[in-house]
């Protein structure tokens, strides 16, 4: 009996070409099915039209491939995207799946690898995905406050229209330029003053000094040693003739408070105050009745009278 027949041969080449054209298939999705690889889930929001069988990149290599995209119904909000990855590739935690869009409307699945390379996820293992915020996702945050301001911009540009045509401002920018002009004048007459003044005054200062270093070595020449003797010298008659003025002055007050002089007798002995006092006030009286009754006292007549 025949092994081959007839029949399976033709079952054989039909097993055979479906395997060829799986393969040729596989290989035109990227798949290769001879290389082995570890399967892992990358949950998106939005997977930006992430085609299947595209690259997946990690630091700009190509380290596997997108095999199929799964569309949660149940939660509308999550796209999970299956990914196999080089079996040799190894993923720390804390990876992440980031999607960028290139300018030519690509998409492409970079891996954003973990810290720490001894601590890895799991085979069969979710791993989370996020949107890359290019240039284009920044201008289209950035547009709607540009059309916010637009308003503002327009006001803007009406008050510098204004500003710009106010009289005033002319007038400003006239004063300024005559201002600088002046100040250039100030500078040129300053650079000539500097040129041609300035040297003549320090030829005189140099000349002052000189005179001034003359007058100081004709003072220390001068017999100086002699002169501060004498001031010296008067400075000690100064002090002499104060310290006899303080004795006399001492001397004086002892007479006026002692009780051992006449001086002092009058100026500190109330009863001879009283009775100097009494005897004026006596001497008074008698002046005002001499000049009251001037006859009690002077008895005068041509004719030679008597005495009463």
Same mark, same amino acid.
Request: hydrophobic share 40%; no cysteine; aromatic share 6%.
């Given at each position: 009996?025949?092994?081959?027949?007839?029949?399976?041969?033709? *079952?054989?080449?039909?097993?055979?070409?479906? *395997?060829?054209?799986?393969?040729?298939?596989?290989?035109?999705?990227?798949?290769?099915?001879?290389?082995?690889?570890?399967?892992?889930?990358?949950?998106?929001?939005?997977?930006?039209?992430?085609? !299947?069988?595209?690259?997946?990149?990690?630091?700009?290599?190509?380290?596997?491939?997108?095999?199929?995209?799964?569309?949660?119904?149940?939660?509308?909000?999550?796209?999970?995207?299956?990914?196999?990855?080089?079996? *040799?590739?190894?993923?720390?935690?804390?990876?992440?799946?980031?999607?960028? &869009?290139?300018?030519?409307?690509?998409?492409?699945?970079? @891996?954003?690898?973990?810290?720490?390379?001894?601590?890895?996820?799991?085979?069969?293992?979710?791993?989370?995905?996020?949107?890359?915020?290019? *240039?284009?996702?920044?201008?289209?945050?950035?547009?709607?406050?540009?059309?916010?301001?637009?308003?503002?911009?327009?006001?803007?540009?009406?008050?510098?229209?204004?500003?710009?045509?106010?009289?005033?401002?002319?007038?400003?920018?006239?004063?300024?330029?005559?201002?600088?002009?002046?100040?250039?004048?100030?500078?040129?007459?300053?650079?000539?003053?500097?040129?041609?003044?300035?040297?003549?005054?320090? &030829?005189?200062?140099? +000349?002052?000094?000189?005179?001034?270093?003359?007058?100081?070595?004709?003072?220390?020449?001068? +017999?100086?040693? &002699?002169? @501060?003797?004498?001031?010296?010298?008067?400075?000690?008659?100064?002090?002499?003739?104060?310290?006899?003025?303080?004795?006399?002055?001492?001397?004086?007050?002892?007479?006026?408070?002692?009780?051992?002089?006449?001086?002092?007798?009058?100026?500190?002995?109330?009863?001879?105050?009283?009775?100097?006092?009494?005897?004026?006030?006596?001497?008074? &009286?008698? !002046?005002?009745?001499?000049?009251?009754?001037?006859?009690?006292?002077?008895?005068?007549?041509?004719?030679?009278?008597?005495?009463?």
């Amino acid at each position: 009996m025949k092994i081959f027949t007839k029949e399976v041969k033709i *079952a054989l080449t039909a097993i055979l070409a479906i *395997a060829l054209l799986y393969y040729i298939i596989s290989f035109m999705k990227g798949v290769n099915i001879f290389k082995s690889s570890n399967t892992y889930f990358v949950q998106f929001e939005n997977i930006q039209g992430l085609p !299947v069988s595209s690259s997946v990149y990690a630091n700009g290599f190509p380290v596997g491939i997108v095999r199929d995209i799964v569309y949660d119904y149940d939660r509308t909000d999550k796209v999970v995207v299956i990914v196999d990855l080089d079996k *040799a590739m190894q993923v720390p935690k804390g990876t992440r799946a980031e999607l960028e &869009t290139s300018l030519m409307g690509g998409v492409t699945m970079s @891996l954003l690898l973990g810290p720490n390379p001894t601590d890895l996820v799991s085979k069969g293992d979710t791993i989370i995905g996020q949107v890359h915020q290019g *240039a284009l996702a920044q201008a289209e945050k950035i547009v709607p406050d540009l059309i916010a301001m637009a308003p503002k911009l327009d006001s803007i540009m009406t008050n510098l229209n204004q500003l710009t045509g106010d009289p005033a401002l002319r007038q400003t920018l006239a004063n300024a330029a005559a201002l600088t002009s002046n100040l250039k004048s100030s500078s040129d007459k300053l650079n000539a003053m500097m040129n041609n003044d300035l040297p003549q005054i320090m &030829t005189h200062l140099h +000349q002052v000094s000189k005179n001034f270093d003359q007058v100081s070595g004709d003072i220390s020449n001068a +017999q100086l040693g &002699t002169t @501060l003797a004498e001031l010296g010298n008067t400075l000690n008659e100064v002090k002499q003739f104060s310290a006899n003025l303080n004795s006399i002055s001492t001397n004086l007050d002892q007479k006026l408070n002692g009780k051992d002089n006449s001086l002092g007798l009058l100026l500190n002995d109330r009863k001879l105050y009283d009775n100097l006092n009494h005897t004026i006030e006596s001497a008074d &009286t008698l !002046v005002t009745d001499l000049k009251l009754h001037p006859k009690r006292y002077v008895h005068f007549s041509v004719f030679g009278g008597k005495n009463k």
